[in-house]
């Protein structure tokens, strides 16, 4: 990356840290009160605190995506109908889950198997939604080895797609900008990529791993808490506070587990008799990120190692061999905690204020 790449690059990080930890400590300071006052919330209060947070986020959300936004940066009209339509549809989301919650505390006294429901059909449902949410759908087309791929408009510099779907036949998702912005040997490798990791059953193994991360922390939040006799509203704002500070939990754990995959995937590409370098090199000014010189800083808030590290990897006897490969635990989290009524995957600095990311965030 360039000098600018990299101090809005740093400018970003801090904004993530920031946003997060505003949610965080908020959400610790929610639980307190909830424990110590233990208010009749119902819908209207309850609705009432759904509108603040959105408003506090909304201000994180305009730096941004719109203050530092990468280039091409939309105009503010621009950004303000795209950042409506998310967030619009992403509420939608919230209130669905937090339906589905509501249930389930009233039929299982618990939040675990509502949390399960949802998670399917956010795995299930994670194509169409990205369309939802981004405001343009895609079109199907074969690839050269059979592979299905999903060619989208998003024009986020950032977006990279992703798997949709489950299985060998799971859709390979990709910005139609990269046929002009690639050289077809580096989409080549980064569709190579992606086609192992879907032979290799990555996607559903990931959302098995995060499904059980999550319903522990539900679990523990219900011995925690103990909500019993509380309002449903409290019962629920109590679910989302600490499934807002066990996400952030999983955002300090998760990125370590899932770059094995990364360094598998890479040499994956190299088996096939494609040179993965050139991609792994230009990759980080697609994203605007490339991992942090601080090997601790790295290792918390970058799930993507930096293009040196891939490159010596790669070269490397060991590679990412006789690893347990996990998948984007990482960066696929940030899109599941929303079955935990938590605003995290738009919190973190690769995500904030750009909708079209809240489904698929950069990944590799």
Not at 277 to 299: A, H, K, M, Y
Request: proline share 6%.
């Amino acid at each position: 990356m360039n000098a600018e790449q990299s101090l809005l690059a740093r400018r970003r990080l801090a904004l993530g840290i920031t946003n997060v930890g505003t949610w965080v400590l908020g959400s610790i300071a929610g639980l307190g009160w909830l424990a110590t006052v233990r208010p009749d919330l119902g819908a209207v209060g309850l609705l009432g605190i759904g509108v603040a947070a959105v408003a506090v986020q909304a201000v994180f959300d305009a730096v941004g995506g719109f203050v530092w936004m990468p280039a091409p940066r939309p105009q503010f009209r621009t950004f303000l109908a795209r950042w409506s339509r998310g967030v619009l549809v992403h509420a939608l989301v919230l209130l669905g889950v937090g339906a589905v919650a509501a249930l389930s505390l009233r039929w299982t006294g618990g939040f675990c198997a509502g949390l399960t429901v949802s998670t399917a059909v956010l795995a299930l449902g994670r194509g169409r939604l990205h369309a939802a949410i981004s405001g343009v759908g895609f079109r199907s087309l074969s690839g050269e080895a059979g592979e299905r791929l999903l060619w989208t408009r998003v024009d986020d510099p950032a977006f990279t797609g992703g798997l949709a779907g489950f299985g060998p036949r799971a859709g390979i998702l990709v910005p139609e900008s990269w046929n002009d912005r690639l050289p077809p040997s580096d989409l080549k490798v980064e569709i190579a990529r992606r086609r192992w990791r879907a032979l290799q059953g990555l996607p559903l193994r990931t959302v098995l791993v995060l499904l059980l991360w999550n319903l522990a922390g539900c679990q523990v939040g219900g011995w925690v808490l103990n909500p019993a006799g509380w309002s449903t509203g409290a019962a629920l704002l109590g679910q989302a506070c600490w499934m807002t500070v066990w996400s952030f939990l999983g955002l300090l754990v998760l990125p370590a587990l899932g770059r094995a995959t990364v360094h598998a995937a890479d040499r994956a590409a190299a088996a096939t008799g494609l040179d993965p370098s050139g991609w792994i090199r230009r990759f980080p000014s697609l994203t605007g990120e490339d991992g942090n010189p601080q090997p601790v800083i790295e290792t918390i808030f970058y799930p993507i190692p930096s293009a040196d590290r891939r490159i010596r990897r790669l070269g490397s006897s060991a590679g990412g061999q006789g690893a347990l490969l996990l998948g984007d635990l990482a960066r696929s989290q940030l899109y599941y905690s929303v079955a935990g009524l938590t605003l995290l995957g738009r919190a973190v600095h690769c995500n904030v204020g750009r909708p079209a990311l809240w489904v698929f965030p950069p990944s590799a």
